[in-house]
């Protein structure tokens, strides 16, 4: 294959998208004439604008038809199917392992499929959609690692790219830089920002006790806190906000561009498992982590300058939305004083 034609399969969500970058830039890197098309949730899809590594972007709009099933929303599946056929794909990389992937794997119609062993996969039956398998993937390996794996299993040995590009147009870096010129005083110490969101409730730390993290990293260690939030959360931000004895920042509601490039001026972020954690990592900027149902070791910020704080319990690592014991215990035996230990330890000098 000099020159193929491959589709990636990566919907969602936020992190898992950033963390497939590596795919097709080491792709690009291994087969510099290849069209490269990446399927991906619609409201995702402007993570991939202007990379120079994809030659297309193909959007889905799941949640949409779930929610709305009429013949418009047939209509779009059939549409979607018909551009998936037309395009004659070689090769299909399944990074997901879930049965809508296995499907739209197989409806491409791609004579070589790759996907995950059948004991990686999240949903078993993905298997029967793919005829070509990675080797199994133990504990212990980070996702962008396990995707790499896939990876050469579909092209063979092939040197990787671990890039993270992400673009931000000039128009929205200028409109977040107006943001700052407003507030000077947010710039005179380095930022540190809290993000206190994340998609599971169960992944979620108590609002209270990052607004004692965060009033200590102010008073402390002398910087100025940028409290962040995406859609839906503009609350959590304003409780911690209401909570804190020190002078504080809510940031303006931005889009996911806008967000990138409000992150890229931070010093330190510090994040439950979320979106904004991993963006914040491919942009190369320290982080601090607090994890509970959820395995850094395979889910945690990529790369180096990075700390991930948790407890090992009999029930850790269940990957459940909402707590089975109903007390988020992982998440409650964090203590404020063990974070602002990994801030004070991995700001930058």
Known sequence: ????????????????????????????????????????????????????????????????????????????????????????????????????????????????????????????????????????????????????????????????????????????????????????????????GINPGAGFESKQWELVRFAELADRVSEELGASILLTWGPGEELKAQQISAHMKQKNWIAPPTSILESIALYKRMALLVSCDSGPLHLVAALGIPTVSIFGPTDPTRNGAYGVNHEAVYKVLACSFCWKKTCPLGTKECMQQ?????????????QPV
């Open 1 to 192: 294959m000099n020159a193929p034609k491959i589709l990636i399969l990566k919907f969602s969500a936020l992190g898992d998208v950033v963390h497939t970058l590596p795919i097709a830039a080491t792709i690009r890197k291994s087969l510099p004439d290849s069209h490269i098309a990446w399927m991906v949730e619609e409201r995702y899809q402007d993570i991939l604008a202007g990379n120079p590594d994809i030659d297309e972007v193909i959007p889905l709009r799941t949640k949409v038809w779930r929610k709305n099933w009429n013949s418009k929303s047939l209509g779009e599946i059939l549409n979607t199917i018909k551009t998936l056929r037309r395009q004659n794909f070689d090769l299909v990389l399944d990074l997901h392992g879930l049965l809508k992937s296995g499907v739209i794997a197989g409806l491409s119609g791609a004579s070589t499929r790759v996907g995950f062993h059948r004991k990686n996969c999240k949903e078993k039956i993905n298997t029967l959609f793919t005829n070509r398998k990675a080797p199994h993937m133990t504990k212990g390996l980070h996702v962008v690692d396990m995707t790499l794996t896939l990876l050469q299993t579909a092209l063979g040995k092939v040197e990787e790219a671990k890039l993270f590009p992400l673009q931000v147009p000039n128009e929205m870096d200028e409109k977040v830089a107006r943001f700052f010129d407003q507030n000077p005083d947010l710039t005179r110490r380095p930022i540190i």
């Open 334 to 346: 964090v203590t404020v004083d063990e974070v602002f230990q990994a801030v004070k330890k991995n």
